[in-house]
């Protein structure tokens, strides 16, 4: 058994994603941290600089932030202290803050963290206008008009909220409704940021593996990350027996490793003891001590793989990608006609298709200016979902206009969705323009919130809307578009003019 040693450098992250930036406010957490008698360890600080990474006009260096850590390390601790700053701090711009926990107990109780602190501090307590203690209605009000919002999550907890900042603790248990309900809160907010902090992930926690893969992935849309955890994985332990038990105390176990521990858990040594985990080790079951405090992930659930991984959606991102050929649209209209979107697909000169949402607005009043638009541009060509959708509707007035109108059938559409699916996997066939990391990408939150739907007994899919929390018309417009253009791929191309801008 290796053994952990007391004195000791900082604990570096296993995973670490610093985005493009001009800078941070870890000075200033720091400092509003210490004046109320909070000192950040070297990891608290590391994990505050990556999270607070800034552009040079001051703005969140990317949309999505997450730390990643076991219990009891660093994670709310830090999301803390970040929001408190933003609350007092006289540069800070942030006018409402959402704190969401899983669990209702977990809200409180961060709640009556920060009741402390404002309490306590008379530096806090003079900036403080007013606090709701509200069974579930939990907020505190700042001078300036600042406030800070508690809420548990449901599916429609976020909707309707406004908010510059997001916190998602115990984000293990985000469902794609949850996020349905709060991404498109940020979608007008210059500053909008999301925080995740968790612990690693269990086998339904689809949507925090989507934000690991991309943190560790880095690159384009990627999270500012930080993630500390063991090295290997339960089902590649590297222990020094093949097939170990993981009993506690056979030779060789990679379970036993207190170095491991250690990098995983950068707080034993300071708040948590060695004896406290060791006595972890002996009552956890083994694949629960791995992922609580080894920090490795549990496999996926099947239910919970997405049919389009999100860092393969990544991978496809273009934002400078320009069509060359033949340009087909496709519309899709929300059941209740609340939102709607226009999209279209094209060949590009390297051979790979390419989609764009042009529009996408509330209602659905508008369609038929656009159309009209889109017509007069040079575009012919329209695909919509058959049978029984909204899109379908507007069929002869989309062919009074001139168009040709493409409905697919329940065959069609599930060989549209697999086809895109395939696309997008296979890394080398298809492109979209959006940038995933601004708070306008609303094909890439449309893909975080999709459901989808079996058709038929050979494995055949469709995008769900009764399933699905959130709305999935760009999706569909681009599913249907890149369709429509591949049956329609021996047309003549059209000019495409700088109709949708």
């Known amino acids: 058994m290796t053994s952990a040693v007391a004195e000791r450098e900082m604990i570096t992250p296993a995973w670490v994603h610093v985005p493009p930036r001009a800078g941070s406010l870890a000075e200033q957490v720091t400092a509003v941290s210490a004046s109320v008698g909070r000192h950040l360890d070297e990891e608290q600080q590391f994990a505050v600089d990556v999270l607070t990474s800034r552009r040079a006009d001051g703005t969140p260096a990317a949309l999505e932030g997450a730390a990643i850590s076991c219990r009891q390390n660093l994670k709310t601790f830090i999301g803390e202290d970040i929001v408190l700053t933003y609350m007092v701090e006289p540069e800070s711009d942030v006018r409402l803050a959402v704190w969401s926990a899983h669990e209702f107990a977990t809200s409180q109780e961060t709640f009556r963290h920060f009741d402390e602190l404002c309490a306590g501090y008379p530096h806090l307590s003079r900036r403080v206008r007013r606090i709701w203690r509200g069974n579930g209605e939990e907020a505190i009000e700042f001078v300036g008009g600042r ?16 908010g510059d900042v997001i916190v998602l603790d115990e984000a293990f248990a985000l469902q794609p409704a949850h996020m349905g309900a709060l991404l498109p809160t940020l979608s007008t907010r210059r500053r909008a940021q999301v925080l995740y902090l968790s612990s690693a992930g269990l086998g339904h926690s689809g949507v925090l593996r989507g934000v690991r893969d991309r943190g560790r992935r880095g690159g384009v849309g990627a999270p500012a990350y930080v993630e500390w955890c063991a090295p290997g994985a339960l089902d590649e332990p590297g222990c020094e027996v093949p097939k170990c038990s993981h009993a ?33 080790r002996a009552a956890l079951p083994p694949a629960e001590f791995a992922r609580e405090r080894l920090g490795w992930w549990d496999e996926p659930d099947d239910a919970d793989a997405s049919p389009i991984p999100v860092d393969q959606w990544l991978a496809c991102s273009d934002p400078a990608g320009q069509i060359e050929g033949t340009p087909v649209l496709g519309l899709d209209v929300a059941p209740d006609g609340g939102s709607a979107s226009i999209s279209l697909a094209g060949q590009r000169g390297d051979g790979m298709v390419q989609v764009e949402v042009v529009v996408h607005r509330d209602g ?10 889109a017509f007069a541009a040079g575009m012919r060509v329209l695909a919509v979902d058959g049978g029984k959708s909204q899109a379908a509707t507007y069929r002869t007035d989309a062919e009074a206009i001139g168009f040709t109108v493409l409905e697919l059938g329940a065959g069609d559409m599930a060989s549209a ?20 990391s ?32 959130g709305d999935i018309t760009p999706l569909v417009a681009v599913t249907v578009a890149r369709w429509g253009l591949l049956s329609q791929a021996d047309q003549a191309a059209y000019a495409i003019a700088d109709w949708g801008d």
Do not use: Y
């Open 147 to 162: 406030r800070l919002i508690f809420r548990a999550r449901t599916k429609a907890g976020g909707r309707g909220l406004t």
């Open 248 to 280: 506690v105390g056979t030779p060789g176990c990679s379970l036993d490793r207190e170095d491991f521990w250690q990098v995983a858990n950068p707080a034993m040594g300071r708040r948590i003891t060695v004896e406290f985990i060791r006595q972890e």
């Open 364 to 373: 659905d009043a508008w369609i038929l200016g656009e159309l009209r638009q």
């Open 417 to 436: 969705c697999m086809g895109l699916q395939r696309d997008v996997r296979s890394g080398d066939r298809l492109r979209h323009v959006e940038d995933p």
């Open 438 to 469: 601004e708070p306008g990408a609303v094909l890439s939150q449309a893909l975080v919130v999709a459901a989808v739907r079996p058709l038929g007994d050979a494995g055949g899919w469709a995008w769900a809307r009764k399933r699905t929390d």
